[in-house]
């Protein structure tokens, strides 16, 4: 009866060893990273178009999550009154770290500041996201910060952007941007092959 317990004991210790082996050799084996597809989006901030694939380029980063890494540009069109404003402002509060959530604020409430009291609206999105408001309004209104915003539309235009929004994914420019989410998803699949 002693020697069957203790045959079990060994066959179980020699089939934990063998488990255990197995998985450290399977560690050791990892799956090479597939690296990140870079998207770059040149946006403006008033324009309803960079609204719509904003929500579609958020869909992806929930679907993808770290496959993809996402960059903004700021491309104010001239015909759009508070869109340089409207950079300023998110560049503002990315120098306190909130760029995202202003980013989103801008594009939530397009609707309403597009009609005027942009700057007043884009004082009380800062003080909601309670950000150091002489910083905000100093930066709002600094001649660095529009130098940022021109260069990102520089960069932009040396690149073949004309209209917003514009996407580039590997530094390869999107021509023809689909229509859904379902066609973003497809183009971002093909270039993950």
């Known amino acids: 009866e002693k020697i069957k317990e203790m045959k079990k004991g060994i ?13 450290v050799s399977a560690q050791d084996r990892k799956m090479p990273e597939i690296p990140a597809l870079k998207i770059t989006k040149f946006s403006d901030y008033q324009c309803p178009a960079c609204k719509y694939y904003g929500q579609i380029l958020d869909q992806a980063k929930k679907e993808f999550g ?3 890494e996402v960059t903004y540009k700021n491309y104010p069109l001239r015909m759009h009154q508070y869109a ?10 990315r120098n306190q770290g909130k760029f995202i959530e202003m980013h989103e604020m801008l594009f939530t409430g397009q609707e309403q500041w597009s ?18 408001m ?9 001649a660095r910060l529009n130098r ?9 235009t040396a ?6 929004p514009t996407f580039f994914i590997d530094g ?5 941007m689909p229509q859904t989410y379902d066609g973003f998803k497809a183009l971002l699949e093909s270039k993950m092959k």
């Not at 940022?148 to 932009?156: F, P, T």
């Not at 390869?172 to 023809?176: D, F, G, H, L, N």
């Open 11 to 23: 066959f179980f210790t020699l089939l934990l060893s063998v488990i255990t082996i197995g998985l």
């Open 66 to 68: 770290d496959r993809i």
């Open 134 to 142: 002489d910083q905000f309004k100093a930066d709002l209104n600094s």
């Open 172 to 176: 390869v420019k999107v021509e023809r």
């Open 159 to 164: 690149l073949g952007v004309n209209s917003t």
């Open 84 to 93: 340089e404003l409207a950079a300023r402002a998110a560049e503002s509060a």
């Open 148 to 156: 940022r915003v021109l260069a990102d539309k520089r960069e932009g």
């Open 115 to 132: 009609r005027g009291k942009a700057e007043a609206i884009f004082i009380g999105y800062a003080q909601d996201l309670k950000l150091d």
